[in-house]
């Protein structure tokens, strides 16, 4: 017997949760040593939950940006023609060393992860972004997405933890790769369009009530509008209005709150 295995995405990820006949009976053969699988989970489900607040994830894309031999992982005991070009410097965990022109994020290395497993064998960026955006090979036109990215996949499977804000936000905007395909619109990202690299003053488009709107006017608008949608998912029914209402309903809710 063997689990069934998914068409695509990593095939060493599919080769590590494969399940033969052998290690299915393996793992009901824990009970040999006094615990059984069911044991283990049970002991794993009644664990003490997380108390933290890990409710967002930043994720800096530094696409193009400089490769791993000249910041986390510079080889030096590699040949010359893999190695980075800069040395190395210990850290203040031992055993790890990175390049000698990162010394605030060696004193700081047990406080973050390197993971250095990680790879791909596509040399073009746009590919290389679905892969590690998706988990997937891209399709004929790698600028498009076939599958949803992580990004999309969390707000469809946990939505707005804060309500007055996005729960996928691209500043200032989306690359190849971080699309919601099949998920809908509803969970494309939002784009700042606006780059605090940029040496102006950052500021979101349309996230402030236009001048002599009061919020009563705003709410009776708002109402006016829910009046007119109502009356219009009567007869629409190809699902693009509920990505407009959920929008709609960020948009309200980001220009009523006071964060």
Not at 193 to 210: E, G
């Amino acid at each position: 017997m063997s689990s069934r295995q998914p068409s695509s995405g990593c095939a060493e990820f599919r080769q590590q949760t494969s399940l033969s006949r052998r290690g299915f009976l393996r793992a009901g053969g824990l009970g040999l040593a006094g615990l059984s699988l069911a044991d283990l989970l049970t002991i794993e489900a009644q664990a003490a939950p997380r108390t933290g607040n890990d409710n967002s994830v930043l994720i800096l894309w530094m696409r193009g940006g400089p490769s791993q031999h000249e910041t986390w992982d510079p080889k030096m005991a590699a040949p010359a023609e893999y190695r980075g070009a800069f040395g190395s410097t210990g850290t203040s965990v031992p055993g790890i060393e990175i390049c000698d022109m990162l010394p605030r994020s060696a004193r700081l290395m047990d406080k973050w992860s390197i993971i250095r497993s990680l790879h791909h064998t596509n040399a073009g960026h746009s590919a290389g972004d679905q892969i590690l955006f998706t988990g997937h090979l891209p399709g004929p036109d790698p600028t498009v997405n076939i599958h949803p990215s992580c990004g999309s996949i969390v707000s469809e499977q946990l939505g707005h933890l804060t309500p007055e804000l996005p729960p996928y936000v691209m500043i200032p905007r989306q690359v190849p790769g971080t699309d919601s395909a099949y998920l809908g619109a509803a969970h494309k990202p939002f784009e700042t369009l606006s780059d605090p690299a940029n040496h102006k003053p950052f500021q979101l488009r349309n996230f402030s009530l236009v001048e002599g709107i009061s919020d009563r006017r705003f709410g009776n608008r708002k109402s006016l509008l829910q009046q007119f949608d109502r009356f219009r998912q009567r007869v629409d029914q190809s699902g693009q209005l509920d990505a407009i209402n959920d929008f709609q309903q960020q948009a309200y809710g980001i220009l009523s709150s006071d964060r």
